[in-house]
């Protein structure tokens, strides 16, 4: 088996260590990776300290060249992206196609982006002084990604990272870093400077930890759990580099009784099962009005009955394995607390082990209804396929129940009376919100979170401006002295 290496300064490298990497559907050994240390984020940041100052004066046009022909391969390569992601994440194939697509769109809407105006120029009292703003790459940027998506974090990150002229020291997840490598093979082919991108593998607590206190990286943009989040902010703090942190969610998706009640079953349940509920916008808190409480319920639980759960490379599945078998004993952990602490049991519940499903991490689609919110399945995030039920009556209670968690990623409302819906999205403390939809998500759309959800956004223009930094010109149009000290006392 070929050992996946790490891309260091335009070169393959390997370190002591290698971790053998996990298919979460049957627990078969479905690759080999190097394991970084410390010293290779060293190396990975010099290379990159050294390539920024010619990558970042590049001519826009060449480098948006550069990230359309990753978009290109990434394209024509969809299938075989797909298929890697599926192996050592698990999820179905469509929806690793899906991510690999998405992907493609994420670098070829930065190549796109870059050249477009941005900055501005102002109007000070002084009407001798024209001041403007431009905005310029941050320099040395560490990126650090999760398991969920693995070819589309790497993107998100990425491409408008090195779109801006930055440079890039990236670490995927240790559980699913196989696409990446298959990433930076593409752009050792396509004339991506050494240096401009570099890929150190290894464990957060030793590669991504040196990698959010590295003195010489000037801005440390990760995706993960919130306590992670503050790991990196107090790691960060040693040489004030920006952080840009995209974390956890407990999202609600409420559902109103004057909206078609087939169609909203089918979006809630699209909203938490989709991508096994791994999804940190995931619709994991239902609010559903008392109105239509019960009926709602019954047909949502025939329904994630029916869902196919099965390894992500069978024909039709819809719903794949979690990622590793300590994902999955976690989120088992949260349903036998829900359990206890009283939570309705409408389906699921368990882990699958008849037949083949013994050798994978399978959970079954599960639904606990008459939630209160104080319990922990209603406060804590649990990424996987597990659904908590609040129901209200009055709107005031839904936006209440909604708010009231830590979290703020994400929410949607589903309702026909159009005004009611936007008050409500406009009530909810969240970066995300749908009406009448729930995970349609664009690289032209800002990404992120309030409260402890995160800080910063990704994707869309607000996405490219985080990777820059604000310089302010002012340039004197009646040059002379300052006139500040008096002259004539010098000698
Ligand atoms: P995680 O926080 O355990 O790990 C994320 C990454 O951080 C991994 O690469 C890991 O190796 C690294 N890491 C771990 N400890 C570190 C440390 N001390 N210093 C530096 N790096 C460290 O998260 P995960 O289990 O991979 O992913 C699941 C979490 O990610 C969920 O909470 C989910 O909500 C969140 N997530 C958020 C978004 C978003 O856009 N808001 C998207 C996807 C996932």
Avoid at 297 to 303: E, F, G, N, Q
Avoid at 362 to 367: D, G, L, S
Wanted: hydrophobic share 45%.
């Amino acid at each position: 088996m070929d050992i996946g290496k790490m891309y260091i300064n335009g070169e393959w490298v390997t370190s002591g260590d290698t971790r053998d990497v996990i298919c979460p559907a049957d627990g078969s050994v479905a690759g080999c990776v190097c394991e970084g240390t410390a010293a290779d984020v060293d190396a990975a940041v010099n290379a990159a300290a050294k390539a920024f100052p010619a990558w970042s004066a590049l001519p826009v046009t060449e480098r948006a060249a550069c990230l359309l022909r990753i978009a290109d391969k990434i394209e024509a390569l969809a299938g075989e992206f797909a298929r890697i992601d599926t192996l050592d994440n698990g999820k179905p194939l469509r929806d690793s196609l899906g991510d690999a697509y998405d992907s493609a769109a994420c670098f070829r809407y930065y190549a796109g982006l870059i050249d477009k105006p941005s900055g501005g120029t102002y109007l000070v009292p002084d009407p001798n002084t024209q001041a403007m703003v431009i905005r310029e790459p941050i320099g040395v940027c560490g990126l650090i990604a999760p398991w969920n998506y693995p070819l589309m974090m790497a993107a998100w990150k990425i491409a408008p990272c090195i779109a801006a002229g930055n440079c890039a020291v990236f670490k995927p997840s240790s559980l699913t870093p196989l696409s990446t490598v298959r990433l930076f093979e593409l752009f050792d082919g396509l004339g991506l400077p050494p240096g401009v991108a570099n890929l150190v593998m290894g464990a957060g607590a030793t590669v991504g930890r040196a990698i959010a206190e590295h003195p010489g990286i000037d801005k440390v943009v990760f995706t993960g759990g919130t306590d992670t989040g503050r790991e990196i902010m107090r790691a960060a703090a040693g040489n004030m580099k920006g952080v840009g942190l995209e974390l956890g969610g407990k999202s609600p998706c409420i559902v109103f009784d004057d909206y078609d009640l087939e169609t909203a079953v089918d979006w809630a349940l699209f909203a938490i099962f989709c991508n096994q509920g791994e999804v940190c916008s995931a619709g994991s808190r239902l609010i559903l009005q008392d109105t239509i409480y019960e009926p709602f319920l019954k047909r949502l639980a025939a329904r994630a009955q029916a869902i196919k759960v099965a390894r992500g490379d069978a024909e039709g599945a819809e719903m794949g394995p979690l990622v590793s078998e300590a994902h999955m004993n976690t989120v088992l952990n949260h349903i036998e607390t829900a359990k206890r602490e009283g939570a309705r049991l409408l389906c699921g519940g368990h882990r699958l082990t008849e037949g083949e499903f013994g050798k994978g991490y399978f959970v079954a689609p599960t639904i606990f209804a008459d939630c209160s919110p104080d319990m922990a399945i209603v406060r804590e995030e649990v990424f996987g396929p597990v659904l908590a039920v609040q129901k209200f009556s009055a709107v005031e209670e839904a936006v209440a129940l909604a708010n009231g968690t830590v979290y703020g990623l994400a929410g949607g409302v589903f309702s026909n009376d159009i005004t009611r819906a936007l008050r409500v999205v406009k009530a909810l403390r969240a970066g995300i919100t749908w009406v009448n939809a729930y995970h349609p998500t664009f690289a032209q759309a800002p990404w992120g979170g309030y409260k402890q959800s995160g800080i910063g956004r990704e994707l869309g223009t607000f996405g490219l401006e985080e990777y820059t930094e604000i310089k302010q010109i002012n340039i004197n149009l009646a040059p002379g002295p300052a006139g500040w000290f008096a002259a004539g006392n010098a000698s």
